[in-house]
């Protein structure tokens, strides 16, 4: 079974601080996909990331980079110089490729981490 | 693009009342996913669809539940008789094998709440 573990339930910082939000991830699969997603205070969820389990080249786009790392099977969100507006509820969350196609088996979510930037 | 689509947005009903919810999926995507969001249980996938076919309603929480899809751009959800407990968020989703693969895009949600 797969099982995705958000350890963090809030963090709360200053804003222009950089933080690290962390995600470790259960699977039994070889392939896989992991994604980032958050939910603004309006209730909506937002796609951030996907990434497959063969590519393990980290990504930054803007302020946001991510690290994968399948030794640790770890799959942390870093936003660097926080902004108030990046206060939200961030869900890290992973689908197996069930067949051939890699057509999407769903999506198994973390606990999510409430992130509170403080102006 | 128009993205996923739900209705209602916010729906306040009676216990034993029936609900339903609707969502039109992206144009093109092949998958269409229910998902529910509480403070207890956090998001579960309830049911999805692959080509308007159910591949896994493992996650129905029980038989007053139910979900359709009678084409591509259609699909309903069912609560029938509604309780207290079902009060949630319902997020319908919907994806696509080609690319970009295997991204979930998610509706806006449809707050239930059953009094």
């Known amino acids: 079974a797969q099982k995705v573990t958000q350890a963090q339930t809030e963090i709360s910082v200053v804003e222009k601080e950089d933080v690290t939000l962390d995600c470790v991830y259960e699977?039994?699969?070889?392939?896989?996909?992991l994604f980032w997603y958050k939910q603004p205070p309006s209730g909506e969820l937002v796609f951030l990331i996907r990434?497959?389990?063969?590519?393990?080249q980290n990504e930054i786009s803007g302020r946001y980079s991510w690290n994968f790392q399948k030794s640790t099977s770890s799959f942390n969100f870093t936003i660097t110089a926080s902004q108030v507006v990046d206060s939200a509820v961030y869900f890290c969350?992973?689908?197996?490729?069930?067949?051939?196609?890699?057509?999407?088996?769903?999506?198994?979510f973390g606990k999510g981490t409430h992130l509170i930037i403080q102006p | 693009d128009a993205g996923v689509i739900q209705s209602p947005r916010h729906e306040v009903t009676e216990m034993g009342q029936e609900v339903t919810l609707r969502c039109k999926p992206i144009?093109?995507?092949?998958?269409l996913f229910w998902y529910r969001q509480t403070m207890m249980r956090g998001l579960e996938l309830l049911i999805y669809?692959?080509?308007?076919?159910?591949?896994?309603d493992s996650g129905m929480p029980e038989d007053r539940f139910s979900a359709k899809m009678p084409n591509a751009s259609f699909s309903t959800l069912k609560i029938q008789p509604s309780e207290p407990r079902d009060s949630a968020v319902y997020f319908c989703?919907?994806?696509?094998?080609?690319?970009?693969?295997?991204?979930?895009?998610f509706g806006e949600g449809s707050w239930l709440t059953v009094v």
């Open positions: 989703a919907s994806s696509s094998p080609t690319g970009p693969r295997n991204t979930i895009y």
């Open positions: 699977t039994r699969d070889t392939t896989y996909y």
């Open positions: 990434r497959n389990s063969f590519d393990e």
């Open positions: 969350a992973l689908s197996e490729a069930h067949d051939s196609g890699g057509g999407a088996d769903g999506l198994t």
């Open positions: 144009s093109g995507h092949d998958y």
């Open positions: 669809f692959n080509n308007n076919v159910p591949i896994d």
